[in-house]
């Protein structure tokens, strides 16, 4: 009868217009055609309605899903699954016992066979049988279905099977072992047979692909919009260095300092500023006009040793040559100075190396009277370990880590025709040590000692090539100071007292 079909987890399928619905069925209408779902979802989503009404002139598809027993009160959403159209199928157990959809056709007036589920290793997993019917087994059919002796005959013995008294009641690891299997069941369940044999054509796939037009459709979007090309650009990007800001909010001076003549020679810092040269005169200007201003001749002279010691440790190795770990000999310096205000800066320059450890060796020649200032410096330079000698003969034999030529001077040339100074230069030609000059004179002036180094203060002067690579330091001249004598000027050295010149 009808009341048979109650309780039984149901799939119909009313098209594309109303969807596939899911629930358990609560009445059947054979006068009216009629058929009620309770708890029922709705394209795999549970309805807000607790119940809805199908008749059979809506129905496309049934299915079975499950004749639950006596006793048997599961969700009816434990078990839902989408119905497939067209072919009808059987459903026979499977050798893990679960079902399994058997490629049998059925025939639409034979009374469906319903199979008892077994026990396997004292594990009673209930496993629900399944039916499948189509829109023509449901309209012509359905009180031949509920009346069939078959049916009734199986579902009694099932009803009784349920009531017998040696049956063993599910587990609850029995059930969460199920659940297992019904999800192993969704996941590996289907039939090798349905497997396509064939391969997936990558290649034809990416036929149907035009890139070509894809990317002329981008492009022509983004010409009449204005917004950037996404794809290569026309120019080269611009590579900054780690230190270098890419966020540039207005364009980079590179020239920040106008000298008031026109300069005979340029230079360039790593950055990229210009930096002007200066004649003798404006130069000596400059420092006459900071002295004037509170910077005397001792604060440079003080500024000068310390940026010249700078940059001599650098060259002689830095923290890798000067460490205490280190046991090897100390670095040797010789320090060549005439009797002027630079040969004082070369004295202060050795008193700060003797300071950091530095074997430094000084070369002054002997006069009956001083400079004040070179006074100063050799009291202070003979409260350290350096050594002072004022004959040729006692500069070392063999070669020194490096020389510091401070012998040169702007104004007295004629130091250069006196006996003491051309064996100095001689020993030094012959000394083969590397050579770093401290504020040497111009180009015009003819040097005795070819520097590999050179050391400008505040603004270099036009140096020729046997000045070798020049250097800039910072002597602590104001900017107003630099003004005052007509130079606009912006300092180059950023983070740094001592930075080297390009020759542009």
């Known amino acids: 009868m009808a009341t048979d079909w109650l309780g039984s987890i149901v799939s119909i399928n009313c098209g594309e217009s109303l969807g596939v619905y899911q629930g358990r069925v609560s009445a059947v209408d054979q006068v009216s055609q009629t058929i009620s779902l309770t708890r029922p979802f709705h394209n795999g989503v549970k309805c807000l309605v607790p119940e809805v009404t199908f008749r059979a002139g809506d129905i496309t598809e049934l299915k079975i899903l499950e004749i639950p027993g006596p006793g048997d009160s599961r969700h009816c ?21 679960t079902g399994k959809l058997l490629k049998k056709p059925i025939s639409s007036s034979a009374p469906q066979n319903i199979p008892r589920r077994t026990d396997m290793k004292n594990q009673d997993v209930i496993i629900s049988p399944q039916q499948q019917c189509s829109k023509s087994y449901m309209d012509r059919h359905m009180e031949t279905l509920t009346q069939s002796k078959g049916f009734r005959r199986r579902h009694n013995s099932w009803s009784s099977s349920s009531r017998h008294p040696n049956q063993v009641t599910p587990k609850k690891s029995g059930l969460k072992n199920g659940q297992m299997k019904s999800k192993d069941d969704e996941c590996f369940g289907d039939d090798i047979d349905e497997i396509p044999d064939t391969d997936f054509d990558f290649e034809g796939n990416l036929a149907l692909f035009d890139k070509a037009a894809v990317f002329e459709e981008i492009e022509t979007y983004e010409r009449r919009s204005g917004t950037r090309s996404r794809g290569t650009p026309s120019e080269k990007p611009a590579r900054y260095r780690h230190d270098e800001n890419i966020l540039e909010s207005e364009p980079i001076v590179y020239r920040r300092i106008v000298v008031p003549q026109n300069p005979n020679k340029e230079f360039c810092t790593d950055s990229g500023l210009v930096v002007p040269s200066v004649s003798y005169e404006l130069h000596k200007k ?5 002295e004037k201003h509170g910077l005397t001749l001792e604060r440079r002279l003080e500024m000068t040793g310390v940026c010249a010691s700078q940059m001599a440790l650098s060259l002689l190795g830095g923290p890798n040559r000067l460490n205490p770990k280190n046991v090897h000999q100390r670095p040797t310096v010789a320090l060549l100075c005439g009797p002027h205000v630079k040969g004082a800066q070369g004295i202060s320059c050795g008193r700060h190396l003797s300071n950091h450890d530095v074997h430094v060796i000084l070369f002054l020649p002997n006069f009956v009277k001083m400079l004040e200032s070179i006074t100063n410096e050799l009291n202070l330079f003979s409260k350290t370990q350096g050594q002072q000698v004022s004959s040729v003969k006692d500069l070392p034999d063999t070669p020194v880590d490096l020389v510091i030529n401070c012998l040169d001077c702007h104004e007295n040339a004629f130091l250069r025709d006196q006996p003491w100074y051309k064996a100095v230069v001689d020993w030094a030609n012959q000394n083969r040590a590397p050579v770093l000059s401290i504020d040497p004179p111009i180009s015009e002036v003819e040097l005795g000692i070819d520097a590999k180094w050179s050391l400008a203060l505040g603004l270099p002067l036009p140096l020729g090539e046997r000045a070798g690579r020049v250097y800039l330091c910072d002597i602590g001249i104001p900017q107003k100071v630099f003004q005052e004598v007509g130079i606009n000027y912006h300092s180059p050295f950023g983070s740094k007292f001592v930075i080297p010149l390009h020759s542009t």
């Open 77 to 97: 959403g434990e078990h839902m699954e989408t119905a497939i159209p067209g072919v009808g199928c059987q459903v026979g157990p499977s050798q893990n016992g």
């Open 286 to 290: 400059l420092l006459w006009v900071a």
